[in-house]
């Protein structure tokens, strides 16, 4: 069965790169299309989702805002009774709008994400700070994955994840979170499985945990399907 892997802002399928899936898995990344001006994360979603073969079993896991993506895109198949996917996992993200953090909301409010610099947010500072990788090897695949991401789309999905307006939360649904994450902090959140001391980067840092709960869920459906 494929399994239909979206990564977070300004990262790449390089953040998946120690994720294991048991036999009979086959691993297959949705990466990014161009985006259309003033799009919504709802209609950026529903065009990624064309990548999905159609006609057969699969799961969908999203990371930070993949997650939100793989929200919108579970969502629609329900709505419109098309096959979707037998499970949804979600990491270091949230499933509805009500869950981002009071400064998201306050950051739209006052549109601050016009103001960033683009450069600020693909700094090493910023990445030391919030994502706290500390191995050596992924402190070096997240600063070369930042280094190669496009300006426009970062500046793009900031605005789309804090005009994102989901109240629905998808089913089936297992939700992986660290209770260290400082983008996305548990407490906002109701995740159905924790990593203690993980932060927002558990699928490099704590990547066992992550594959041992990604192996959990997909095993729990098997047999339905």
Same mark, same amino acid.
């Given at each position: ?11 790449? /399928?390089? *953040?998946?790169?120690?994720?294991? #899936? @048991? ?5 297959? =990344? ?5 985006? !259309? ?54 990491? /270091?993200? *949230?499933?509805?709008?009500?869950? #981002? @953090? ?5 950051? =739209? ?5 016009? !103001? ?110």
């Amino acid at each position: 069965m494929k399994v239909y892997f979206v990564s977070g802002l300004a990262a790449d /399928s390089r *953040v998946f790169k120690h994720i294991r #899936l @048991p036999g009979g898995y086959e691993i297959v =990344h949705l990466d990014w299309i161009p985006v !259309f001006e003033k799009e919504s994360l709802e209609n950026y979603s529903l065009r990624l989702a064309q990548k999905i073969t159609q006609g057969e079993p699969f799961a969908l896991v999203g990371l930070s805002m993949g997650g939100m993506i793989v929200t919108e895109i579970t969502n629609y198949f329900r709505r419109y009774k098309i096959q979707g996917p037998v499970m949804t996992i979600l990491l /270091s993200s *949230v499933a509805i709008n009500k869950n #981002l @953090p009071p400064h998201f909301r306050l950051a =739209h409010s006052l549109r601050l994400y016009k !103001f960033i610099p683009v450069r600020f947010l693909k700094s090493m500072s910023f990445l030391k700070r919030f994502f706290s990788a500390e191995k050596n090897e992924n402190k070096k695949i997240l600063n070369q994955v930042i280094r190669d991401s496009d300006p426009a789309f970062i500046r793009w999905a900031l605005q789309a994840v804090l005009e994102w307006k989901n109240e629905i939360v998808p089913q089936p649904l297992y939700h992986i979170h660290g209770t260290k994450d400082r983008i996305l902090p548990i407490r906002y959140t109701k995740p159905t499985h924790t990593i203690k001391y993980g932060g927002h980067l558990i699928v490099m840092e704590q990547a066992e945990e992550v594959n041992r709960f990604i192996e959990e869920a997909l095993l729990s459906v098997e047999g339905t399907l």
